[in-house]
Nanobody, 122 residues
Framework: QVRLAESGGGSVQSGGSLRLSCAAS????????MGWFRQVPGKAREGVAR???????TYADSVKGRFTISQDNAQNTLYLQMNSLKPEDTAIYYC????????????????WGQGTQVTVSS
């Protein structure tokens, strides 16, 4: 059974940095993608960053140049380094995984963590 557990959220002032981690276990897909998503209450979940099995990464326009997604396969951990944080980055952040394919470019990931809150104050 796939289990994803996020950590590293918290409160930070505008311009600050946070690094989110996602510990993954039980993934048996031969090739898979992982992603970070965020959601504000009352709004749709937004894809923030994705990483594919060949290490290709994609980012939402709103975070390009500020956020970096990376993966440590040896430790089965996904990271999201967030710099130059803005109040509009405030959200619950989720990591997700899916077998590589059509699901990776959208929000139809199969496995999800419980989320970690990020709050950025001005």
């Amino acid at each position: 059974q796939v289990r994803l557990a996020e950590s590293g959220g918290g409160s930070v002032q505008s311009g600050g940095s946070l690094r989110l981690s996602c510990a993954a276990s039980g993934i048996t897909y031969r090739r898979y993608c992982m992603g970070w998503f965020r959601q504000v209450p009352g709004k749709a979940r937004e894809g923030v960053a994705r990483i594919y099995s060949d290490r290709t990464t994609t980012y939402a326009d709103s975070v390009k140049g500020r956020f970096t997604i990376s993966q440590d396969n040896a430790q089965n951990t996904l990271y999201l380094q967030m710099n130059s944080l803005k109040p509009e980055d405030t959200a619950i952040y989720y990591c997700a995984a899916a077998e590589e394919g059509w699901r990776c470019s959208g929000s139809f990931y199969v496995n999800w963590g419980q989320g970690t809150q990020v709050t950025v104050s001005s």
